[in-house]
């Protein structure tokens, strides 16, 4: 199976700008898409059955405009679940899951950290999804597609200064399970 994440930061702009043209061209089996902002009736959802999509999914956010989720699939999935769950969570919509046959798969839109009560938030989501994620793992074998821009991008276009103290502020959770992503997001940082 042939699984993609793209980050759109808006599918409405994203369609605007040839998004439809690239779908066709990198062709997966499921595309995880991150930070749609947008509600399901905002968008003519024709365009993704046209492209070969019959079966595709939105998890939006209870603010209009605000990060959400969507998952695009050429193949009926045996189940779909829209958030975790866990309220706090799904208001965001963060989180939208497909299960297949022998795989189950995730489009997760991870919350920044960019205020100390943000920061907060966001190790407190992380610590409730890893606890969610393990619960999930004994009955799935799972691939989370996670947009990790928050860990990157941001550390690329702030000061030198300002990025070692996020990098600081992120490097105590990988005890918590997200080690490897540390060591892509780092791995990024330093091939740049």
């Known amino acids: 199976?042939?699984?993609?994440?793209?980050?759109?930061n808006g599918i409405r702009a994203a369609l605007k700008k040839g998004f439809l043209d690239w779908l066709q061209q990198a062709n997966p089996d499921v595309l995880c898409l991150q930070e749609t902002k947008a509600q399901p009736?905002?968008?003519d959802l024709d365009i993704f059955e046209d492209a070969g999509y019959p079966y595709h999914y939105w998890f939006s956010a209870q603010k209009?405009?605000?990060s959400s989720v969507a998952l695009l699939c050429?193949?009926?999935?045996?189940?779909?679940?829209?958030?975790?769950?866990i309220d706090?969570?799904?208001f965001e919509g963060r989180n939208l899951r497909v299960d297949f046959e022998d795989i189950s798969v995730m489009s997760l839109y991870l919350p920044s950290g960019t205020n100390p009560a943000r920061l907060d938030y966001k190790f407190n989501y992380m610590d409730d999804f890893q606890a969610y994620i393990n619960n999930l793992k004994k009955n799935y074998p799972i691939w989370s597609y996670v947009e990790i821009t928050i860990f990157v991008i941001r550390l690329l276009i702030f000061t030198t200064q300002?990025?070692?103290?996020?990098f600081?502020?992120?490097?105590p959770r990988s005890e918590a399970g997200w080690t490897d992503l540390y060591k892509v997001a780092l791995w990024i940082l330093l091939d740049t």
Not at 74 to 85: A, S
């Open 1 to 8: 199976m042939n699984i993609i994440s793209y980050n759109v």
């Open 41 to 43: 009736e905002q968008l």
């Open 64 to 66: 209009k405009g605000y």
């Open 74 to 85: 050429k193949d009926e999935p045996k189940q779909v679940t829209y958030g975790t769950g």
């Open 88 to 90: 706090y969570m799904d």
């Open 162 to 166: 300002y990025a070692m103290l996020r």
């Open 168 to 171: 600081q502020v992120f490097c």
